[in-house]
Every structure is written in C-alpha cells, then in structure tokens.
C-alpha cells in the first residue's frame, strides 16, 4: 500500500472540461510535487510546494492549476487541456532535506479526448 | 547542475542470473542518490538511496548499490533475478536543500527471461 493518495485513478476528459486530480498523505511530510510521466519516459517535475507555499513552477502552462489547501492535500487543477497532456500524473511527498527520499502515489491516468 | 545517465534502455538476463543496471552521475556538489523502481500501472517505489556513510547501500528485495565518487557511479545489482524484478528503474540524484529537484535518468527496463 502506498502512503501517498491519489484520486482518481482513470481520468477521461473533453478539452473544453475542468477537473482536479487530488493528493493526499498523513507522513508529515511538509514537500509536496507534481510530476508528469508520459509512456516509457522518467517523470518531468511540474510543481513543488513547500511548507504550503509554491517553490517551483517548471514553466508549465497555466491551463494547470496547483493548490495546497493544507501540509496534507495538493490538488492538480485542469481546465482546457490538449490531447498532448495525456499521461500520468504522479504525486509525491517528502521531508523537506534534500537526503530524503520522495514517496510517490500510484498516480492519475488522464486521457484527453 | 546534476544529470543523470542510465546506459542501456533495456537489459535482459535470465531468471537467476546477476542483475547490473548502470548509472553514472554529474553533479558539482556531492550529491544525494536514489534507485527507484516502477512497475506498470503503479508509482515510483523507492529502492535504496546513498546519502553519506557507508558506500555500499542496501535496499528492499535484494538490491544494493555501491557509491564511486572516483567512477561518478551509482550501479544498481543483484545477485540473482526473479520474475518479479521485470520492471522499470530509474536512478535518481538531488541536491540539498530544503526540497528536492530531483534528476531523473531516462530509466532501464528489465526485462527476465524464464
């Protein structure tokens, strides 16, 4: 079982729909990520929030939208998406040294049609 | 700056043969390690990870790694395969700081053959 949650699992979505993907871990982990994966490629980095603030914005386009309500929950807000966008999306956790190692939810398949 | 190279996309052994999956690191500082592994349809789980100490590092299911600052190396083994092993892994490097920016290498598929 992993320590970190994500919801939901399958994501089908038109271009013109706005959906949240959802995280959530209980490990008091106060460094939360985004990342994108697509197919037989490692995970790109998207956003990093720290102690509930953004640290990082990898340049990615505003028709995704992060929040951290709390130290622990982070959404992943989309609206407007393109087929390219299609891939999994991946959660993550961690303390906030550099030594210590990310934990990853199982992740959000979304599939833009 | 870090980087990562994993050499080789895809290895194949046979079940109960040595498992070697490479990667070399580039980082200016001395940086903090990770192997990951990441089966279909799931996340990334943590293998084993080299911070300070002790250059050789163990991990879950068998796995260990041997940090070589002369060799800027971080190569993944074990001693025998098993048919569970087949999955996807990825070497990892970050640096300190009050989170990471973790490095990704491209990832090696292993593949095992009965």
């Known amino acids: 079982d992993t320590e970190v949650t994500q919801t939901p699992k399958h994501l089908v979505m038109g271009m013109t729909n706005k959906k949240s993907l959802k995280c959530e871990q209980h490990?008091?982990?106060?460094?939360m990520y985004w990342y994108k994966q697509k197919a037989k490629k490692p995970p790109e980095l998207m956003f990093v929030?720290?102690?509930?603030?953004?640290?990082i914005n990898e340049s990615v386009p505003s028709r995704f939208s992060p929040e951290c309500p709390n130290s622990s929950l982070l959404n992943l807000h989309l609206h407007a998406l393109q087929p390219e966008d299609s891939a999994l999306y991946l959660c993550a956790s961690s303390q906030s040294q550099g030594n210590q190692p990310q934990h990853f939810g199982d992740g959000t398949r979304l599939s833009i049609l | 700056a870090q980087s990562v190279t994993q050499l080789g996309s895809h290895v194949s052994v046979s079940e109960g043969a040595l498992v070697l999956l490479r990667c070399n690191y580039s980082?200016?500082?001395?940086?903090?390690l990770f192997w990951y592994v990441q089966y279909p349809n799931q996340g990334l789980q943590l293998l084993l990870k080299y911070t300070t100490g002790a250059t050789l590092v163990k991990g879950i299911n068998g796995f260990e790694a041997e940090f070589k600052k002369s060799e800027t190396s971080f190569h993944l083994t074990k001693p025998s395969a098993h048919m569970s092993d087949a999955a996807e892994y990825f070497c990892a490097v970050s640096l300190s700081g009050g989170y990471q920016k973790v490095t990704f290498g491209t990832g090696t598929k292993l593949q095992v053959i009965p």
């Open positions: 490990m008091g982990h106060r460094a």
């Open positions: 980082s200016s500082v001395p940086p903090y």
């Open positions: 929030y720290s102690y509930e603030k953004l640290s």
